[in-house]
């Protein structure tokens, strides 16, 4: 294999570390995989956090070292790097579709909630299950760090949304 | 880069991410004290959502401070072995979380300011500060959402909830000055384009909290005498019990590992 075939060997590798607080998504869908760097035998891959306080990172970490050293990669560097800092926009369609059919509403692409605080205007979330705008947020932290509580008029199902970040 | 800091700017810059970070943690510590006694459990679980976010920003900014000092101090080293006065943090997030109306009066008027600080601090030179500032603003905007909308909750709800929101914002108004101050090393970092001008603040963060106390029927205070001293090391006695708490663990065991 040559690098660039080992650098996609990888990737598709890492396809199989989900996160654990979302396990119907991987971690190069969420696009936490940065870049994956080929040097001999020595492998270098940068993950970027979703959240600063994530704290599946670390779970995160030694599964991608598990994968690839089941591989038979032995030289795994990790780097944790905050910039540029991630973006829900680098969710890829095939996530944010995985995540919908499983009742989670992905992201609004674009405008933040913070961007929204300080320019004003409101943003409009979608129900998963009937894709009826008539929402309301109902807690705008849910079980896990990235996601919100939301209930829809239409269907009258409470869900939850994948903060835009 | 961090390494490309230039080497002058580097120990006023440690001086600064040392403060941003001591902040995060002091209320990450506050709001985490809430864990298991939120009013009701939605509460609960954002409280500690709030808590979590702080204290990964602590993590972070802390991580950066150590790098930039350059004697081998990680971000653990700076949480859990320094004493009192060496904490630069503000102190009105050292203030004990008192009831529900003091924590959510914190959060809003910490947050607004926190908020505006970071939307700045994404253009710093310092590719990392720059980073961990991008992403904490939109963690922030949440905050900041969440609070104001408790803000107008308490204070156009009952009698009781609006006396104590009033009461709160009265108490803690004189620790929110120094939220704006700087010094002569500040003024240097914001020139060579690494940090926020506090004071360029204020004047957008006094239109957002004045208009969420119109909605909440809170009369802004007047005080003529504000607290400072914080990131000189001044602290009020609350800090100490809070770092007592917070440390001893890691003191009574160093290095231990789990």
Redesign the interface.
């Known amino acids: 294999m040559d690098s660039v075939e080992k650098q996609e060997h990888i990737l598709s590798l890492l396809q199989e570390v989900k996160d654990p607080e979302l396990p119907m998504v991987d971690i190069v869908g969420l696009g936490m995989v940065r870049s994956v760097e080929v040097a001999d035998d020595f492998i270098t891959v940068v993950l970027t956090?979703t959240?600063?306080?994530?704290?599946a990172m670390k779970h995160i970490e030694d599964d991608v070292r598990r994968v690839l050293q089941a591989a038979g990669f032995d030289h795994v560097n990790l780097k944790k790097?905050?910039?540029?800092?991630?973006s829900s926009d680098w969710i890829s369609e095939d996530a944010r579709a995985k995540l919908k059919e499983m009742g989670i509403a992905p992201p609004l692409a674009g405008q933040?909630?913070?961007?929204?605080?300080?320019q004003g205007g409101s943003d409009n979330i979608a129900c998963p299950f009937c894709d009826a705008t008539n929402t309301e947020l109902?807690?705008?932290?849910?079980?896990t760090?990235c996601k919100?509580?939301y209930y829809c008029h239409e269907c009258h199902q409470p869900f939850e949304y994948f903060?835009?970040? | 880069m961090t390494k490309e800091t230039d080497a002058k700017i580097r120990p006023a810059l440690f001086e600064y991410v040392l403060a941003l970070g001591d902040d995060r943690l002091v209320l990450g510590h506050r709001l985490s004290e809430w864990c298991g006694h939120g009013p009701i459990l939605?509460e609960d679980?954002?409280l500690a959502?709030?808590s979590?976010?702080?204290?990964?920003?602590a993590?972070?900014l802390l991580k950066l401070a150590g790098e930039l000092e350059g004697a081998g101090r990680s971000e653990d080293d700076l949480a859990y072995f320094r004493d009192e006065t060496d904490f630069k943090n503000f102190k009105l997030v050292e203030l004990p979380r008192g009831d529900f109306a003091f924590t959510i009066a914190r959060q809003f008027l910490f947050d607004t300011y926190s908020?505006?600080l970071f939307?700045q601090l994404q253009k710093s030179r310092n590719?990392?500060l720059?980073?961990?500032?991008?992403?904490?603003?939109?963690?922030?905007?949440?905050h900041?959402?969440?609070a104001a909308e408790w803000m107008r909750r308490l204070g156009d709800g009952t009698e009781e909830s609006h006396r104590r929101l009033q009461d709160a914002v009265d108490e803690m108004w004189r620790y929110t000055g120094e939220l704006f101050d700087a010094d002569e090393s500040d003024a240097a970092l914001v020139e060579a384009g690494y940090a926020a001008d506090a004071a360029a603040l204020k004047p957008?963060w006094e239109e957002?909290v004045t208009a969420v106390f119109k909605d909440s029927g809170i009369v802004p205070p007047e005080t003529a005498y504000f607290e400072g001293g914080s990131r000189q090391g001044q602290h009020t006695e609350h800090l100490g019990h809070l770092l007592a708490e917070m440390q001893i663990v890691a003191r009574s065991f160093p290095g231990a590992k789990w």
């Open positions: 956090p959240y600063m306080g994530c704290p790097v905050y910039a540029p800092a991630w933040t909630t913070a961007q929204l605080l300080i109902r807690s705008a932290f849910g079980s760090s919100a509580l903060k835009c970040h | 939605e679980i954002a959502n709030l979590l976010d702080c204290l990964g920003q993590s972070g908020l505006l939307e590719e990392t720059a980073g961990i500032s991008a992403k904490s603003f939109k963690e922030v905007g949440y900041v959402r969440h957008k957002m």
